[in-house]
């Protein structure tokens, strides 16, 4: 059996799939397979995919799930102890797919590998190295826009969550946690299900020897839009509802509120206030009908460890805006 599946969700992605596939065929391991989610595309993916690539496993859904219902159906589909996402964007350095299996190889209570993400332009620049999430209530990007010279990134360690867009995860795991929640269709659904390791005790961490190249909203166009925007708010309405405990809430009204203060600010200045409002009622509205993480007395050592990453991630967030301005 190989160790890992590398599943690749791809919703009209002709133009980014051959740097993506070719990449693969280059790895310095074989121990993988590569199996690809078709959303429904409309444009040549699907053939594409059928001429060039017929070694590689291909699925085609019905209509578009989004990204977590067509990862889920990739991660069910597999039969490795690993499931490597992948967005159908990027390039992976030949040494990529080693880096996270050996990671991962390390500790079996590592739910997740989040590899370095540089820039596919601009390749002198971050993209990612792990996400982060603070008691704001914002969710970032661990590095972005900071140098990849920058021996801050060099070294493995923990993150709240990793990228979905081309981390690992231990398969069994999601028989414990759950899969990714699909009331998220797109966005802050790898944060989601990284939060949910951490209540239950695993750990998710960065592995800058695995390194992969990014060109950022493949899928859904542009840095911002309506849709994402939307999407973002609503998401980030079920993160905190679902994940946090009562006591947590409370702790964290204010830093909460605040956060949404600031984000309407920024968004009317960028021209999105509808759309983040929008978000933000339908998130208050829908909470409801989620399903929130189990609390447990056994999980109070996690939610204290959790509560002080949030706080430490807002110090985070907070020196790497002021080294990018």
């Given at each position: 059996?190989?160790?890992?599946?590398?599943?690749?969700?791809?919703?009209?992605?002709?133009?980014?799939?051959?740097?993506?596939?070719?990449?693969?065929?280059?790895?310095?391991?074989?121990?993988?397979?590569?199996?690809?989610?078709?959303?429904?595309?409309?444009?040549?993916?699907?053939?594409?995919?059928?001429?060039?690539?017929?070694?590689?496993?291909?699925?085609?859904?019905?209509?578009?799930?989004?990204?977590?219902?067509?990862?889920?159906?990739?991660?069910?589909?597999?039969?490795?102890?690993?499931?490597?996402?992948?967005?159908?964007?990027?390039?992976?350095?030949?040494?990529?797919?080693?880096?996270?299996?050996?990671?991962?190889?390390?500790?079996?209570?590592?739910?997740?590998?989040?590899?370095?993400?540089?820039?596919?332009?601009?390749?002198?620049?971050?993209?990612?190295?792990?996400?982060?999430?603070?008691?704001?209530?914002?969710?970032?990007?661990?590095?972005?826009?900071?140098?990849?010279?920058?021996?801050?990134?060099?070294?493995?360690?923990?993150?709240?969550?990793?990228?979905?867009?081309?981390?690992?995860?231990?398969?069994?795991?999601?028989?414990?946690?759950?899969?990714?929640?699909?009331?998220?269709?797109?966005?802050?659904?790898?944060?989601?299900?990284?939060?949910?390791?951490?209540?239950?005790?695993?750990?998710?961490?960065?592995?800058?020897?695995?390194?992969?190249?990014?060109?950022?909203?493949?899928?859904?166009?542009?840095?911002?839009?309506?849709?994402?925007?939307?999407?973002?708010?609503?998401?980030?309405?079920?993160?905190?509802?679902?994940?946090?405990?009562?006591?947590?809430?409370m702790i964290n009204f204010l830093p909460l509120k605040t956060g949404q203060a600031v984000k309407r600010r920024f968004f009317a200045k960028e021209g999105f206030l509808k759309a983040y409002e929008e978000g933000l009622q339908e998130g208050k509205e829908k909470k409801h009908t989620m399903k929130k993480v189990p609390y447990r007395?056994?999980?109070?050592?996690?939610?204290?460890?959790?509560?002080?990453?949030?706080?430490?991630?807002?110090?985070?967030?907070?020196?790497e805006y002021l080294k990018r301005h």
């Amino acid at each position: 059996m190989k160790k890992a599946t590398v599943v690749i969700p791809n919703y009209n992605g002709e133009k980014y799939l051959k740097d993506c596939l070719e990449a693969l065929k280059h790895q310095d391991t074989d121990d993988f397979e590569v199996l690809i989610i078709d959303n429904a595309s409309s444009d040549g993916s699907v053939p594409f995919i059928r001429e060039h690539y017929p070694d590689f496993k291909l699925m085609v859904m019905e209509e578009n799930l989004g990204f977590a219902g067509g990862v889920n159906a990739g991660i069910e589909a597999s039969e490795t102890p690993y499931v490597i996402l992948l967005n159908n964007d990027t390039e992976a350095d030949p040494h990529y797919v080693k880096a996270l299996i050996d990671a991962m190889d390390k500790d079996d209570r590592i739910f997740s590998v989040s590899p370095k993400m540089v820039q596919f332009y601009h390749r002198e620049l971050l993209d990612d190295a792990g996400d982060g999430y603070t008691f704001t209530g914002w969710g970032f990007q661990r590095g972005v826009g900071q140098k990849t010279s920058d021996p801050a990134y060099d070294k493995p360690c923990a993150v709240f969550s990793s990228c979905g867009g081309a981390a690992a995860y231990r398969k069994q795991v999601f028989d414990e946690i759950g899969l990714f929640d699909t009331a998220h269709f797109a966005y802050l659904e790898d944060i989601d299900v990284g939060w949910r390791a951490l209540i239950y005790g695993y750990k998710n961490v960065y592995e800058p020897s695995s390194v992969v190249y990014h060109v950022g909203s493949g899928t859904s166009g542009s840095k911002y839009n309506d849709f994402k925007v939307k999407l973002a708010a609503r998401n980030n309405i079920y993160l905190v509802y679902k994940n946090m405990t009562p006591l947590q809430k409370m702790i964290n009204f204010l830093p909460l509120k605040t956060g949404q203060a600031v984000k309407r600010r920024f968004f009317a200045k960028e021209g999105f206030l509808k759309a983040y409002e929008e978000g933000l009622q339908e998130g208050k509205e829908k909470k409801h009908t989620m399903k929130k993480v189990p609390y447990r007395l056994s999980h109070m050592g996690n939610y204290l460890k959790i509560e002080g990453m949030l706080i430490s991630n807002m110090f985070v967030y907070i020196k790497e805006y002021l080294k990018r301005h």
